[in-house]
């Protein structure tokens, strides 16, 4: 996928998180394509696996070709895995124009490499690329690959929407025509998302009789990514129920995504199925009240069983039922009036009106909460910061040069003022070295408080360089995630403010 670049270790730990999650089958890699690929196979051989077995990918032999002779082919031999998924054209169009060689060649070239592998007792998968496409074209041609390929021993024939253009219709059209011709020979499904469809497709191929279904965890893949296998999976277990993996396995559909999206540098994407951190929120105030008296009412499945969780939104949308089970949330067992629920929902939305947003940045919610109970004390006060940037030539008469920027921090403490200054690689990191500088002393743990993530928010375009900005900044102690907000004209007051606050959650909230 664009942007996507997985070193053979991360390769290695999702292939050891998918056989935790109880998948039969992981494709690692085309080894013959680099050298990260074919290293990842031989370190594989050193890593014991309890449920999946792996595949290497690879094509048919080239044309004019012997499989003895043809690299590609005999690095699928090297890599030494139980299976080996053959990926062979199934389009007359793709033959011709793409493969260059004669229809008779490329029936050849499927035969000669299933034999070859099943010879040699590999599983052996049949990835009929443009399968679908192909038999809208010319459906006998289409046909023949995949029984030429069954005739040679495969184990499964994968019939493959390599463009991610069908629809279910059309799909189900093709499979029907397939299962007449070949019944005694097991299918699988690749899709991809072109047209959004990829795992309604793969869904409905399976109630169409189809084996495997081929995916990748969060969908990632090419252009617009492969059916998603974790939401594949939900619905086979949830909605089909069909025991593809274990109740416990299922509690664990969150966590793999996470941990894929973090290996793969990714931000998860919130809205996913089953898995996303929206998937179970609720925003407006009415499905609130709703889910308050039976979380059925705005909820198809339970949370839980995939691992995740509800979550209750504050927004200028929110009603006073949304910042109660908010309160629960949190663990503040506060017995707020309804007045002071009331003036706090109203400081919500006059804050949202000002730019900043609590969705996202539920530890600054849930500071602003706390700042308003007797005796909650800050552990710190700003009284004053400075900022000092320039730009400097590295060397005399070159053009290279170097940005310092210098912030000058104020910080009161239990009375004391604490004056420091610390240098940075721009003003944010400046600005937070220094307010850490002062709060160590009174505060040691402030040192494991690490800034994960930055983002800046253009909030009203139209403003230019006027415009007001919101900051999030995710922060972890190692053992817990939190994001804050800020929100101002001035993207360094901006910053200041959710860097403050992400500092003073790690100090008072435990």
Excluded at 89 to 112: C, F, G, H, W
Excluded at 169 to 194: E, S, T, W, Y
Excluded at 251 to 263: D, G, P, Q
């Amino acid at each position: 996928m664009e942007g996507i670049s997985l070193s053979v270790e991360d390769k290695i730990r999702i292939t050891r998180k998918l056989d935790e999650l109880g998948l039969e089958w992981v494709e690692g890699g085309f080894p013959g394509s680099n050298p990260k690929d074919a290293e990842y196979f031989r370190r594989l051989r050193g890593v014991e696996l309890k449920n999946a077995k792996v595949s290497a990918f690879g094509g048919t032999r080239k044309p004019n070709l012997t499989c003895e002779t043809d690299a590609n082919i005999q690095s699928l031999v090297a890599a030494e895995t139980p299976g080996i998924t053959l990926v062979g054209k199934a389009s007359m169009y793709q033959v011709r124009s793409v493969l260059e060689t004669s229809p008779e060649e490329n029936l050849a070239m499927i035969s000669d490499t299933v034999r070859y592998f099943k010879q040699m007792g590999k599983t052996v998968f049949f990835d009929a690329e443009h399968f679908f496409d192909g038999y809208h074209d010319d459906p006998d041609y289409s046909l023949q690959c995949l029984a030429t390929a069954a005739r040679s021993g495969a184990d499964a024939l994968v019939l493959c929407d390599t463009n991610g253009g069908m629809t279910t219709f059309q799909m189900l059209r093709a499979i029907d025509a397939v299962q007449h011709r070949m019944n005694d020979v097991r299918l699988g499904i690749h899709c991809h998302n072109d047209a959004g469809l990829a795992v309604a497709n793969s869904l409905a191929a399976v109630e169409a009789g189809v084996w495997q279904v081929q995916g990748c965890v969060n969908g990632y893949g090419e252009r617009c990514g492969n059916a998603d296998i974790l939401t594949v999976l939900a619905n086979l277990k949830i909605k089909m129920g069909l025991e593809v993996i274990e109740d416990e396995q299922l509690a664990r559909l969150t966590e793999v995504s996470h941990y894929v999206s973090e290996l793969a540098n990714m931000v998860p994407n919130g809205q996913a199925p089953y898995v996303g951190a929206s998937a179970f929120a609720h925003k407006a105030g009415y499905h609130v009240a709703g889910i308050m008296k039976d979380e059925k009412a705005y909820q198809h499945i339970d949370p839980g069983l995939v691992g995740n969780s509800s979550r209750v939104l504050v927004s200028e949308l929110a009603g006073q039922r949304n910042l109660l089970m908010k309160l629960q949330e949190h663990g503040i067992d506060y017995p707020f009036t309804q007045d002071e629920i009331k003036k706090l929902l109203e400081t919500v939305k006059e804050k949202e009106s000002q730019g900043f947003q609590y969705e996202g940045a539920e530890a600054s919610f849930e500071l602003l909460v706390r700042r308003t109970m007797p005796g909650y004390k800050q552990p710190f006060e700003l009284e004053d910061f400075v900022i000092v940037e320039r730009r400097r030539a590295t060397h005399e008469g070159n053009e290279l040069n170097e940005m310092l920027a210098e912030a000058m921090v104020k910080i009161r403490i239990d009375g004391a003022l604490q004056h420091t200054a610390a240098e940075g690689n721009g003003p944010v990191n400046a600005l937070d070295d220094a307010a850490r500088k002062a709060l160590i002393a009174a505060y040691p743990h402030i040192a494991d408080v690490k800034l994960v993530d930055y983002k800046v928010r253009i909030l009203d375009s139209q403003a230019a360089t006027g415009a007001r900005v919101r900051v999030l900044i995710e922060s972890t102690d190692g053992n817990r995630y939190w994001t804050t907000v800020g929100s101002s004209t001035d993207i360094i007051e901006a910053s200041w403010i959710a860097l403050a606050d992400a500092l003073e959650y790690a100090l008072t909230v435990k």
